[in-house]
């Protein structure tokens, strides 16, 4: 076996070997990471093709027929929801000559039948049918090997998550240290969430990583990127010494991190009258207030006091934001609304990214409620938001900073450093202003990349 | 007015008609606001009860329908949203428009239809490119706009709602920073 980062198994035209790319231990990232094809090329079959992809949300194929179609990397794939109600991801090519066999974003059907020569597939992946299978194929063909390829499926509180990597960890092992928090994000209730609507897609002339890591760990930004919700009053001037109320958690070894909100608990007053707040500013109906207490065992719920994930992405390419932010100026009187936004990092091409976000409601929560949540996530994150405009921008002008000669020797600086906090919850805890937190993301990187045989996937 | 909405075809005035030339008028001085930089203007046309959307779209089967998605949507907007997102960029930093897109709005296939004593129904397309930075290429939307206009006085017209049907269901745009 290959010792990561050894750095012996592939190297760049230039000589130039994957693992002196991310110099972890110098806390350097080389700007190439973000610009070189051939990087972006081996990104597709070390990462994208081994681990864990978000694909979708259960509740966009609610009933047995529906189907969506999505990517893992570069790859077309349909997710279905069979007869039997589980859920299939199967790669949109069909077996024969390999024509797309479903051309729709979305819909019902039970079967998908090839457009160029009529091999039908059912929603499972089956080869159900061949035109004019006798006169053409006699009884040479065997149906049985000739199923649409079928992708690993995991789901997590309704997130749907597939693998090409049959024999690699569980979703739960890939999860890891991040189970427990996400249980606060998207498992708090009985019947827990849904989509607002199909997603917001869009192209961003940007690397993908640069999405995923500022939504890793990146807290410093906020005040100077998205300085205009201070200066038109929408939340209150933040200062440096605020970031100290935010702790980033991470799962260093598998490369997630997030970053955690204020603590909230005030010795003043009750447990009960805490968590009632906390649930609120986490977007819980008040309606099922009660149910999420009876739900969360006691460590959960001591965790969830203190300390509510705001930020995070799961390595590589999904992130969420489960946060509270004012989109009108009766906000800073009354409280910013919560919103979940999810989303997708798709990496197009080593220069374009395609963002796809979605708004996650609860689903017992009010039609008023469930709308104030989805304006929320779309008019601060996503295609107009106002936060993600300013990001979507500056992202876009790094990639064209690192094209040239010059911007591809920069490095990129994580200096700051900062000790772990002893929690006793799962996860390492460091101040928010730790770069380390960062670097996680592009060690783990290095370990994908570095590994030819997928031992670390 | 959602999608579902019928458009008021037997209800349409003649391109001859003055009202047809009042709201032509109106939609290309919006467009003129708009692309220079005249949001404050801009916002003042915009009605108190204000709805504007833009729905998600996806593609789908004809038999699954018209994809055009009535639950989430690229812009979901009322009078308040729309002070934000106008001063924004008019006394913030608000770095997609910072130097500032240069953008053209051509507005056509205008369709005028009287839905009420006070309330008009324009149906426009209109095609936004924007240029950015140095780039030697543009960013292009095209849609559909249906519009609901409220005549406030024999001078004015405010918009009441409008609902955006944008061709793509992936942008291709860096950000929707601009108004349609």
Same mark, same amino acid.
């Given at each position: 076996?290959?010792?990561?980062?050894? !750095?012996?198994?592939?190297?760049?035209?230039?000589?130039?070997?994957?693992?002196?790319?991310?110099?972890?231990?110098?806390?350097?990232?080389?700007?190439?990471?973000?610009?070189?094809?051939?990087?972006?090329?081996?990104?597709?079959?070390?990462?994208?093709?081994?681990?864990?992809?978000?694909?979708?949300?259960?509740?966009?194929?609610?009933?047995?027929?529906?189907?969506?179609?999505?990517?893992?990397?570069?790859?077309?794939?349909?997710?279905?929801?069979?007869?039997?109600?589980?859920?299939?991801?199967?790669?949109?090519?069909?077996?024969?000559?390999?024509? @797309?066999?479903?051309?729709?974003?979305?819909?019902?059907?039970?079967?998908?039948?090839?457009?160029?020569?009529?091999?039908?597939?059912?929603?499972?992946?089956?080869?159900? !049918?061949?035109?004019?299978?006798?006169?053409?194929?006699?009884?040479?063909?065997?149906?049985?090997?000739?199923?649409?390829?079928?992708?690993?499926?995991?789901?997590?509180? !309704?997130?749907?998550?597939?693998?090409?990597?049959?024999?690699?960890?569980?979703?739960?092992?890939?999860?890891?240290?991040?189970?427990?928090?996400?249980?606060?994000?998207?498992?708090?209730?009985?019947?827990?969430?849904?989509?607002?609507?199909?997603?917001?897609?869009?192209?961003?002339?940007?690397?993908?990583?640069?999405?995923?890591?500022?939504?890793?760990?990146?807290?410093?930004?906020?005040?100077?990127?998205?300085?205009?919700?201070?200066?038109?009053?929408?939340?209150?001037?933040?200062?440096?010494?605020?970031?100290?109320?935010?702790?980033?958690?991470?799962?260093?070894?598998?490369?997630?991190?997030?970053?955690?909100?204020?603590?909230? @608990?005030?010795?003043?007053?009750?447990?009960?009258?805490?968590?009632?707040?906390?649930?609120?500013?986490?977007?819980?109906?008040?309606?099922?207030?009660?149910?999420?207490?009876?739900?969360?065992?006691?460590?959960?719920?001591?965790?969830?006091?203190?300390?509510?994930?705001?930020?995070?992405?799961?390595?590589?390419?999904?992130?969420?934001?489960?946060?509270?932010?004012?989109?009108?100026?009766?906000?800073?009187?009354?409280?910013?609304?919560? #919103?979940?936004?999810?989303?997708?990092?798709?990496?197009?091409?080593?220069?374009?990214?395609?963002?796809? *976000?979605?708004?996650?409601?609860?689903?017992?929560?009010?039609?008023?409620?469930?709308?104030?949540?989805?304006?929320?996530?779309?008019?601060?994150?996503?295609?107009?938001?106002?936060?993600?405009?300013?990001?979507?921008?500056?992202?876009?002008?790094?990639?064209?900073?690192?094209?040239?000669?010059?911007?591809?020797?920069?490095?990129?600086?994580?200096?700051?450093?900062?000790?772990?906090?002893?929690?006793?919850?799962? =996860?390492?805890?460091?101040?928010?202003?730790?770069?380390?937190?960062?670097?996680?993301?592009?060690?783990?990187?290095?370990?994908?990349?570095?590994?030819?045989? !997928?031992?670390?996937? | 007015?959602?999608?579902?909405?019928?458009?008021?075809?037997?209800?349409?005035?003649?391109? *001859?008609?003055?009202?047809?030339?009042?709201?032509?008028?109106?939609?290309?001085?919006?467009?003129?606001?708009?692309?220079?930089?005249?949001?404050?203007?801009?916002?003042?046309?915009?009605?108190?009860?204000?709805?504007?959307?833009?729905?998600?779209?996806?593609?789908?089967?004809?038999?699954?329908?018209?994809?055009?998605? #009535?639950?989430?949507?690229?812009?979901?907007?009322?009078?308040?949203?729309?002070?934000?997102?106008?001063?924004?960029? #008019?006394?913030? *930093?608000?770095?997609?428009?910072?130097?500032?897109?240069?953008?053209?709005?051509?507005?056509?296939?205008?369709?005028?239809?009287?839905? =009420?004593?006070?309330?008009?129904?324009?149906?426009?397309?209109?095609?936004?490119? @924007?240029?950015?930075?140095?780039?030697?290429?543009?960013?292009?939307?095209?849609?559909?706009?249906?519009? @609901?206009?409220?005549?406030?006085?024999?001078?004015?017209?405010?918009?009441?709602?409008?609902?955006?049907?944008?061709?793509?269901?992936?942008?291709?745009?860096?950000?929707?920073?601009?108004?349609?």
């Amino acid at each position: 076996m290959n010792e990561p980062g050894v !750095g012996d198994d592939w190297f760049l035209p230039d000589g130039t070997s994957v693992d002196e790319f991310a110099r972890v231990e110098d806390r350097l990232v080389a700007t190439r990471v973000l610009s070189d094809p051939e990087i972006f090329e081996l990104e597709m079959e070390r990462i994208f093709d081994r681990v864990w992809m978000f694909v979708g949300h259960e509740s966009e194929i609610p009933n047995r027929g529906d189907f969506v179609t999505r990517y893992i990397g570069r790859d077309p794939v349909i997710v279905t929801r069979g007869d039997e109600g589980s859920v299939h991801v199967l790669l949109n090519v069909c077996r024969h000559r390999v024509a @797309r066999v479903c051309n729709a974003e979305r819909g019902t059907s039970v079967t998908f039948e090839c457009p160029y020569h009529g091999w039908t597939y059912k929603n499972t992946g089956q080869l159900r !049918g061949v035109l004019a299978q006798r006169l053409v194929y006699g009884d040479r063909l065997d149906k049985a090997e000739f199923s649409l390829s079928r992708a690993r499926v995991g789901v997590l509180h !309704g997130l749907i998550f597939a693998t090409w990597n049959h024999d690699g960890p569980s979703l739960d092992e890939y999860l890891g240290d991040m189970a427990f928090y996400y249980d606060l994000v998207f498992g708090l209730t009985e019947n827990g969430m849904e989509v607002a609507g199909p997603p917001h897609r869009w192209v961003v002339p940007a690397n993908w990583k640069l999405a995923a890591e500022n939504f890793s760990a990146d807290s410093l930004h906020t005040m100077k990127a998205h300085r205009y919700a201070q200066e038109l009053g929408l939340l209150p001037e933040l200062n440096p010494s605020m970031l100290g109320a935010l702790t980033l958690v991470s799962d260093p070894a598998r490369g997630h991190a997030f970053i955690g909100g204020p603590l909230h @608990r005030n010795e003043d007053v009750s447990e009960q009258e805490t968590f009632e707040g906390v649930c609120a500013v986490d977007g819980v109906p008040r309606s099922l207030v009660d149910e999420v207490y009876e739900r969360t065992s006691d460590e959960t719920r001591q965790a969830f006091l203190e300390l509510v994930p705001m930020v995070g992405t799961l390595f590589p390419n999904f992130s969420w934001l489960n946060n509270n932010i004012a989109h009108v100026r009766e906000h800073a009187k009354v409280g910013a609304p919560h #919103t979940l936004c999810i989303r997708l990092y798709h990496p197009r091409s080593v220069n374009e990214m395609e963002i796809w *976000s979605w708004a996650l409601v609860h689903k017992d929560a009010s039609p008023e409620e469930k709308l104030v949540s989805a304006r929320t996530a779309l008019r601060t994150f996503g295609s107009s938001g106002t936060f993600e405009q300013d990001d979507t921008e500056i992202w876009s002008g790094i990639q064209l900073g690192v094209r040239g000669v010059q911007g591809r020797k920069q490095m990129n600086q994580y200096p700051a450093t900062e000790p772990v906090m002893e929690s006793g919850r799962p =996860g390492e805890r460091r101040p928010c202003t730790a770069d380390d937190t960062l670097l996680g993301f592009y060690r783990r990187w290095r370990e994908l990349m570095t590994d030819h045989r !997928g031992d670390a996937s | 007015m959602t999608s579902t909405a019928p458009r008021h075809r037997d209800r349409r005035v003649r391109m *001859s008609d003055p009202l047809y030339a009042e709201v032509l008028e109106w939609l290309i001085e919006e467009a003129e606001f708009l692309d220079g930089h005249e949001f404050e203007a801009w916002l003042a046309r915009l009605a108190p009860d204000l709805t504007y959307r833009m729905p998600v779209r996806t593609s789908t089967y004809k038999r699954d329908g018209d994809g055009i998605s #009535t639950g989430y949507f690229h812009f979901d907007e009322d009078f308040e949203s729309m002070w934000v997102r106008v001063h924004r960029l #008019t006394e913030a *930093s608000a770095w997609a428009e910072d130097p500032p897109s240069r953008t053209r709005r051509f507005v056509s296939n205008l369709r005028v239809a009287t839905v =009420g004593d006070n309330e008009i129904e324009a149906l426009s397309y209109l095609l936004l490119k @924007r240029s950015r930075g140095d780039a030697g290429t543009y960013e292009t939307i095209s849609c559909e706009r249906r519009d @609901r206009l409220h005549r406030v006085d024999a001078e004015t017209l405010l918009l009441g709602s409008r609902e955006i049907l944008v061709d793509q269901s992936t942008l291709g745009v860096t950000n929707l920073s601009m108004f349609l």
